[in-house]
């Protein structure tokens, strides 16, 4: 029943874990959509003509600004009358035009031949004549004369044969150009080229030679009454014409892109920027700004976009960093650089910052320093898109800076093994945040007087992010149960005061506690696990000895042992008791949760079997209660703590070792290790069968480093005699 239950526990717990880690994703995307929510209309902006506007006007649409309607119908007259008039050819104007004179000198015939002896009644017949074919003339006398009608007729023939075959218009038209229609095709010719009809009668002139007085008169009277032009003018294609061309001048002024200025702040509103003010409004209310369900659809494509994103990013989680994406602290605490940094860029909008001041550095460093630098790479870049998203920093400038900057971050961390050396960190941060403005302001030509603002605030919200990282970095740790790096290093340090009293109070545990430190160290290195942080458990794991020293062998002169005074229950309590006495002195000091680990777990729950036994000597009657004689535990659950617990018993049986030869201490450390095996105390690490191989190996390595024996000089030379040698290398081990 009770594993049925703790089974029950562990689904629900697992169940619970998958839950929180969905609401963390879900979530997450959902704060980056408040942070940053779809643009909606603005309200009426309420600027007029002469007011100054109190702040900028961004375009959040991009829409076009029309021209004014004098302005259009300016520019559609001037199109309408630049369109040359139509003229269609007459192929049978010619032939016309002959039957017409040929009509009219008939009738004047006729008329002349009606009265010969009555002068008058001829004049009155030809005149008749005349007013009937529209013939104004002063004296039309000359027609009287047979000859001269004949010769007129003659010279007008002629000239009508010549102009029939070229354009001939009624007038000269007004345009410089005039489109001709023939038989299908089109063609343009300039005014100058065109034929009239009084050049009708001047060729006609020409023809007639010498003429009585007059007859330059009468040729242009009969040549206007006969003339058929050959180009006619077309008004109705014309007139289409001259619609399509004054159509086709655009309304549009200019075309305003979304996020470009229509007015700065402290402008003067004039009549350019109050046009474009009042297209803006209509652009918005045209294109459904207002629209509540064109707002919704916006939100839902962008917590989607922010929540594929975050996506990717937890799968690479779940298959790269598994130990991360299993602790739900670790997991908000990413969670929470996230929004802190959306959050830091969200007000930077807000205080119309340049987009290039993005505090990415912020996470990718605290990131890198927390965790590892790949790690921070995956994230930099995650960022980059992230932010690149997001409605008002759509573009170029912010994935690329936050790319380059976050990238920087996550490259530098190596630099900064120590606190002190932020700057290094920094100079690189800072150094590649402005390499990338400067190269975003080369590739868009832009002067120094803009790029420097944008430059100045990127560099500076850079260094902020590392140095603010650096002061919340032991916060960060603390709630994550993650020890940097920086902070195993200052631990350390073998001059802090704890370990300064360890070794002044407990020089034989002090001695022991460096031994191991190099034993773990090198075995955690050889199976991949993490050698520094194995040193410094090391060197704090036995700091509970400090409330006793003199209770613990390495720590006693020969032949004064005062567990002989006292009871193996009493022995038994001091001895597990420094476990407890550790712990204690961790939490004074604040220690990490992941040093206090080896304090914890270095014995595991092994019993004190040569107190239990003394103890079992010593009665008749039931054995004593093991509890009393086990340390508390638990067993060690990191590779690094169980490598400790194998190093702390190996070093100190080697101590005791009176020969340590290769043979005995490969045939010690085999002993241990299958002891601690076969107890069980490393059932619940993640150490394998191989790892073992491997961590027996580098022991049997270390510990013939730390025990060779030293070469006998001669006395001669201030060594010590040959006699005397072998007890001297007895004693002198190092």
Known sequence: MSGRAESEGGRRGRRWAAAARWALWWGTAGVFVVLFPPEREAEPLGLEPGMVAPRDVIAVVSFDVPKSPEQLGQERAAAAAAVPPVYRWQPEAGERMRRRLATLFAALDSAAMRAPGAPGARMAATTAVLQRWAVVVTDPTPLLDDATRAALRIALDSAIREVAVGPLVHAAPEAPVVQIVQGGRERLLPRDSLRTVDALATIAGQRLGSAPAGAAELLRGLARAVAVPTLAPDMAATAVARTRAAASVSPVAYRVLRGEKIVGAHERIGPREATALAAYQAALAARGARDERAVRVRIVGSWLYNAWLLLLFGVFLRLHRRPIYDRLRQLSLLAGLIVAVGAATAAAVAARFPLESVPAPL????????????????????????LGGQPPLMGLTVPFVVAVGGGAAALSVHMMRWRSRLWRSLVVVVGATAVAVLTLALVRDQSLAT???????????????????????????QWAGVVTAQTLLELADLNRPLLRRLALEAPGTYVHTINVANLAEAACAAVGADPLLARVGAYYHDIGKLARPQYFIENQPGGRNPHDKIKPQASAQIIRGHVLEGLRLAEREGLPEAVRAFIREHHGTQRISFFYEQACEGTTERPPDTAAFSYPGPKPQSKETAILMLADAVESAARALPDPTLERLRELVERIVAAKVASGQLSESPLTLRDLETIKGTFVRVLIGMHHRRVDYPASAGGVAVGAGAAAQDALQT
């Not at 996470?363 to 992230?386: D, F, K, N, Y």
């Not at 603002?453 to 740790?477: F, Q």
């Open 363 to 386: 996470a990718v460093l605290a990131t890198a320093l927390l965790w590892e630098g790949r790690l921070a790479l995956v994230l930099a870049l995650v960022l980059a898109l992230l």
């Open 451 to 477: 790029t420097f603002p944008a430059l100045l605030a990127a560099v500076g919200v850079a260094a902020l992010s590392c140095i603010v990282v650096v002061g919340v970095l032991p916060l960060l740790e």
